[in-house]
């Protein structure tokens, strides 16, 4: 997967890096370009915002820069990629979208800062390519680097070959749409507290449904909101 960044803050994506999706990277099973906004702009201030039309507080990104931006990124054999616009005004981004995003050859991620860019860039871009606003969550970042990094980091586990052992992406949080159950490691006792009994036993039927029970225990718990309205088992 090829995954290109625009962004007025290049040095955000340093830590892409480290760890899981460095090795990645170094593997070429991601293969991550991150471009510079302000080398789209002519002026001796490389601005890339201006205030907004109709008034109100803060500043909104100019149309030209990301327009150049995405002419080159857009001209040959870009015709299926996938645009994402991070913004906390999007859909919002959960498992299944990593899932989905996790398939594509091609993803571009405009990060915006101040209140937004041009409402004109979205629409231009949707002419030439599949475009998508997402939001992590309901609260506001200052603008879509750390968005952006955390999808990444989200679709790209998600490429084959990324994580190791491709089992333990099954058994986690979101995939069953339950939260994960508890995991205990050794020792079997530390600081008086012990691990629950039926993991020591070698029972597998008992172990996966104490697992299940834990798990829809904790989402009835803190997220009852994933559970079926109905009451219904998930
Ligand atoms: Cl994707 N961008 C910004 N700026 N703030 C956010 C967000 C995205 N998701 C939640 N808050």
């Known amino acids: ?14 830590v892409l890096d480290v760890s899981l999706l460095g090795r990645a990277r170094r593997e070429q099973l991601l293969e991550l370009h991150v471009h510079d906004l302000r080398d789209h702009t002519h002026d001796r201030h490389r601005t890339v915002d201006d205030t907004p039309y109709g ?21 040959e054999g870009a015709a299926d990629a996938v645009v994402v616009f991070p913004t906390p005004a999007g859909v919002p981004f959960t498992q299944s979208l990593a899932r989905e995003l996790a398939e ?33 969550g309901d609260y506001v970042l200052n603008g879509g680097e750390v968005a952006a990094m955390a999808m990444i980091e989200a679709i790209g586990r998600l490429v084959p070959g990324v994580v190791g052992n491709p089992a333990s992406l099954v058994e986690e949080s979101h995939e069953e749409g339950l939260l994960e159950h508890p995991s205990y490691t050794k020792p079997a006792t530390w600081r008086g507290l012990d691990v629950p009994e039926v993991l020591r036993g070698g029972n597998h039927g008992a172990i996966a449904a104490w697992r299940r029970e834990q798990a829809l225990e904790r989402t009835r718990r803190v997220r009852p909101d994933l559970l079926p309205a109905d009451g219904a088992d998930a």
Do not use: K, N, Q
């Open 1 to 14: 997967m090829r995954v290109d960044i625009v962004t007025i803050f290049p040095e955000f994506f340093g």
């Open 55 to 75: 008034g109100g507080a803060g500043m909104v990104m100019r149309p030209e820069p990301w327009g150049e931006a995405f002419d080159e990124l857009l001209g």
């Open 104 to 136: 594509e050859r091609r993803l571009i991620f405009a990060c915006g800062r101040y209140e937004g860019i041009d409402a004109r860039v979205a629409e231009h871009v949707a002419t030439r390519a599949r475009v998508i606003e997402v939001s992590l």
